[in-house]
């Protein structure tokens, strides 16, 4: 039962989002805090990646959901949307 909640949670928050960036941190257990700091400098250097096609979708003035970095089912990055721009997927 755990498993699908967190699948369906995950693809609704991921329908949501306005973009998706894809960070590889999958060898890591999401509750592992002793690797907090290797996660988020992962994400940083994802979002770093990622600017241009941001830069490109928003000068382009495309709808907020047409701007995806990867497909949603393959989607293992942070899923945000402009009203809640910290919200996460929740994956593991």
Do not use: H, M
């Amino acid at each position: 039962a755990a498993d699908i909640s967190r699948y369906k949670l995950k693809n609704l928050l991921v329908s949501e989002a306005d973009a998706l960036i894809p960070v590889e941190v999958s060898d890591v257990f999401w509750a592992d805090f002793s690797q907090f700091d290797r996660c988020v400098e992962a994400g940083r250097r994802a979002a770093e990646q990622a600017l241009p096609a941001i830069r490109a979708a928003i000068s382009s003035k495309a709808p907020p959901r047409e701007l995806r970095l990867v497909e949603s089912g393959n989607a293992q990055g942070a899923a945000a949307t402009a009203e809640n721009p910290c919200r996460q997927d929740g994956q593991e």
